[in-house]
Nanobody, 120 residues
Framework: QVQLVESGGGLVQPGGSLRLSCAASGSIFSIDAMGWYRQAPGKQRELVATITSRGSTNYADSVKGRFTISRDNAKNSVYLQMNSLKPEDTAVYYC??????????????WGQGTQVTVSS
């Protein structure tokens, strides 16, 4: 009974910026981790960035120094600030949350995906 709602995707020129947001709602006791994944046409889904309940982050090498993941636990939300965007960043971006419900059952939930297109 958890839903993830993503927003912030769109069309941007190379070198531009976008900020993705994802808010989780429903029967949530705690969120172990949240992250962003992306899938480009003809490619496998890949990890972009994750952030744990302790605040530890990790990034794909291709986005280090350009993207920043952050969270607001009070809002059960995660954000991805994307700067210096490149055409190769074009993909559908998916929000992920590893959630524990009140029965201490753990589930992975996924957002619906938001398109990011970097093009002139």
């Amino acid at each position: 009974q958890v839903q993830l709602v993503e927003s912030g995707g769109g069309l941007v020129q190379p070198g531009g910026s976008l900020r993705l947001s994802c808010a989780a709602s429903g029967s949530i006791f705690s969120i172990d981790a949240m992250g962003w994944y992306r899938q480009a046409p003809g490619k496998q889904r890949e990890l972009v960035a994750t952030i744990t309940s302790r605040g530890s982050t990790n990034y794909a090498d291709s986005v280090k120094g350009r993207f920043t993941i952050s969270r607001d636990n009070a809002k059960n939300s995660v954000y991805l600030q994307m700067n210096s965007l490149k055409p190769e960043d074009t993909a559908v971006y998916y929000c992920n949350a590893r959630v524990r419900d009140y029965g201490m059952r753990r589930y992975d939930y996924w957002g619906q995906g938001t398109q990011v297109t970097v093009s002139s």
